[in-house]
């Protein structure tokens, strides 16, 4: 309107803007119906879109994310599995489950039950990423409640990679990639 010399008011502005917003949250869910990649995900956010747009409450954690997505210390994943190459196989370390996936470890790695009892009891035994969210999305507290499982269980599936990687007898391919600079100060670090 501007570029055509009009002024438009506050008042049209925000009516364009909510016209603008409403049209690109519908092309998103439209785009959303064939995702072609980040599939876990876009099926556990896209029946509370809306109110995952809108919510007022629940920020994203580095853990939290990672669950979300799917991308990282789960032993499946593509990257430490497949471009990295760290992990040799993608079985659950903790259980000797074949695959480790988000899903394993939110909701059936038995290793994982202590930290999972508060969701579990939320959600009435339905542990899909889907219901997971609408627990989320509900109130700060179910927030909170899944935040929490997911600081507590990545940082403890953290920490055991690690120890993998450290193993004496870690594979050459397993173990993390130091740089040079890594290196250099290796000497002034305090034994592991
Ligand atoms: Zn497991």
Redesign the pocket.
């Known amino acids: 309107m501007r570029t055509r010399g009009e002024r438009p008011g506050l008042e049209e502005i925000g009516r364009l803007r909510t016209l603008g917003r409403e049209v690109l949250v519908q092309r998103w869910r439209e785009d959303l119906e064939s995702p072609v990649a980040g599939i876990w995900t876009v099926e556990g956010i896209r029946p509370h879109l809306e109110r995952w747009l809108k919510r007022r409450h629940g920020a994203l954690s580095y853990r939290l994310v990672q669950v979300l997505t799917g991308h990282g210390c789960f032993c499946c994943c593509k990257y430490l599995h497949g471009i990295a190459r760290r992990e040799v196989s993608p079985?659950?370390?903790?259980?000797?489950?074949p695959e480790?996936t988000a899903l394993?470890?939110m909701a059936?790695?038995?290793?994982?039950a202590p930290q999972r009892h508060a969701m579990v009891s939320h959600l009435d035994g339905d542990l899909s990423l889907s219901s997971v969210i609408n627990l989320m999305l509900g109130s700060e507290e179910g927030w909170s409640i899944v935040a929490s499982f997911c600081e507590a269980v990545m940082a403890l599936k953290e920490a055991s990679e690690r120890e993998r990687e450290q193993a004496a007898d870690a594979l050459p391919l397993r173990r993390r990639r130091t740089g040079g600079r890594r290196r250099r100060y290796a000497h002034l670090m305090p034994p592991p």
Do not use: Q, V, Y
Request: hydrophobic share 35%.
């Open positions: 079985i659950c370390h903790e259980c000797g489950a480790d394993h470890t059936l790695c038995a290793s994982w």
